[in-house]
Each structure stands twice: as C-alpha cells, then as structure tokens.
C-alpha cells in the first residue's frame, strides 16, 4: 500500500510540473533573429539588436548597418 502511495504522488509531482506554464513564451519571429551569429568557419559573424541595427564583422572589418523583417523574409 505505502509503494501504492508513493507512486501516485510520484504521478502527481510530474503530472504537475510537466503541465505547468511557460515563463517565457517567445513574442515573435524577430525576438529569435536578435542575437550574435557566426559562421561555420569563424570568419565573420554579426549581431542583430532588437532596435533594428547590426554591427558585421568580416575577417576583421566591423560594418554597421539596419535590418528588418518582412514576413519570412530578412
């Protein structure tokens, strides 16, 4: 009976914590864009800010510049 016991609260814990709501729910397309991003190769990488700016670096060039995003498309 005790091992009965056990494993419905077992059920219960997880049954709880695995529905529970999600903290941090993701706004929008644009909110996975933003962030510093390189390449394979680690030649360059740029970082999309969520102001619409972007700063490129190229084998050590540093190239600001905007972005957007239309639909799917950037």
Known sequence: MKRMFGLLMMLGLVVSIGCGSDDNPVKSDQDLLVGTWEDQEDRGRI???SNGTLVEWYEGIEV???WSLVGDQL
Do not use: A, Y
């Open 64 to 66: 600001p510049g905007t």
């Open 47 to 49: 970082t999309f800010s």
